[in-house]
């Protein structure tokens, strides 16, 4: 049986960024041309596909990788929202209780560099409209205090929401929004760039070399098993999956029960499907699902609503595959 050795060399790749695939050489290439110019980015993807790991090489590719320029990330979802307006822009002694010394925000800490605002979405309106008036003049002011701070900080927002459509809800400011997203990055979820995901997976071996004194293999039964899984956690869930793989392989090499990962079913180890077989079967089955859609679309004339209840889905993610077969040609 053929194994694929993690020999690869990753020397090229930027931090945990691999880019085989078509579409994440694409992302790729919008990142750098984003990096050239100084206006605020908006990434869009699912938890775990690599958002922070994208704006960190825009950071990268406009300050260069021995800049003193500050990177600052703050994730807007995980602190409390009474919290986050002094977080993201600072304090001065005696502004609220608890205040006993003055403090720079994040504004501030990240002066001459790049800020993150993580899950942007979460943000609350009331200081959607403070951020905004900060992202129109470049300069903030500490609560508790009236100086106002010259501010020269490319902004990078990044969310998993669908954020045109929290705007057409009234959860997100439109203004704000067209201020964020003058040229957007979406990237894409790992199932549909199954090209890195063995790269992934070498590299991963090789970063946690340490967990194992073994030089690890996969087989091609277990290169098939990754590449057939859905991964629901992107890059993320392969990089927990390979950690437990190789804190529990014996004798060098990986194997699915190692990973947690479902083992193909194959009667005969001559017909095990490779990796393009893979990718045609679930092409073809995504197909029919497509039509499908269209079928009980027609059927209902056109009513969404009603649409999404025969297809035991919400109208949301209906209008979110509609809005997919689009972009495909596949329907208007």
């Known amino acids: 049986m053929s194994t694929y050795s993690p020999g690869i060399n990753t020397a090229d790749a930027d931090a945990d960024l691999i880019s085989c695939a078509a579409k994440s050489i694409e992302t790729l290439r919008l990142a750098e041309k984003i990096a050239k110019v100084a206006v605020?980015?908006?990434?869009?993807?699912?938890?775990?596909?690599?958002?922070?790991?994208?704006?960190?090489?825009?950071?990268?590719?406009?300050?260069?990788?021995?800049?003193?320029?500050?990177?600052?990330?703050?994730?807007?979802?995980?602190?409390?929202?009474?919290?986050?307006?002094?977080?993201l822009f600072g304090y001065e002694k005696g502004a609220f209780t608890g205040a006993v010394q003055a403090m720079p925000g994040k504004f501030e800490q990240a002066n001459g560099g790049t800020l993150l605002l993580d899950e942007i979405g979460?943000?609350?309106?009331?200081?959607?409209?403070?951020?905004?008036?900060?992202?129109?003049?470049?300069?903030?002011?500490?609560?508790?205090?009236?100086?106002?701070?010259?501010?020269?900080?490319?902004?990078?927002?990044?969310?998993?929401?669908?954020?045109?459509?929290?705007?057409?809800?009234?959860?997100?400011?439109?203004?704000?929004?067209?201020?964020?997203?003058?040229?957007?990055?979406?990237?894409?979820?790992l199932r549909e760039r199954r090209e890195d995901i063995l790269p992934l997976v070498a590299h991963f071996i090789e970063k946690y070399r340490t967990f194992t004194s073994s030089t690890v293999t996969v087989s091609a039964e277990v290169q098939r098993a990754l590449l057939s899984y859905e991964w629901t956690g992107n890059v993320r869930e392969l990089e927990n999956k390979v950690q437990r793989g190789l804190i529990l392989c014996q004798?060098?090499?990986?194997?699915?029960?190692?990973?947690?990962?479902?083992?193909i079913a194959c009667s005969h180890p001559d017909l095990a499907p490779d990796a393009a077989n893979i990718s045609a079967i679930r092409d073809k089955g995504k197909q029919v699902e497509q039509q499908y859609v269209l079928d009980v679309l027609k059927q209902f004339n056109g009513n969404k609503t009603l649409t999404a209840e025969k297809l035991g889905i919400t109208p949301r993610a209906l209008r979110y595959r509609l809005s997919s077969m689009r972009q495909s040609g596949l329907c208007r």
């Open 122 to 189: 979460d943000m609350s309106l009331s200081l959607q409209v403070k951020l905004l008036r900060v992202l129109q003049e470049q300069e903030v002011e500490r609560l508790g205090s009236t100086r106002r701070i010259k501010l020269n900080v490319r902004i990078i927002a990044a969310t998993h929401q669908d954020i045109p459509l929290a705007v057409k809800e009234g959860r997100f400011r439109q203004d704000l929004y067209y201020r964020l997203a003058v040229l957007p990055i979406t990237i894409a979820p």
């Open 251 to 263: 004798g060098g090499e990986l194997t699915v029960e190692d990973l947690g990962l479902p083992a």
């Open 40 to 87: 605020p980015v908006l990434i869009y993807g699912e938890s775990g596909t690599g958002k922070e790991c994208i704006a960190r090489y825009i950071h990268r590719q406009q300050f260069g990788s021995l800049n003193t320029a500050p990177y600052i990330g703050v994730n807007c979802a995980a602190i409390p929202e009474s919290l986050l307006e002094a977080t």
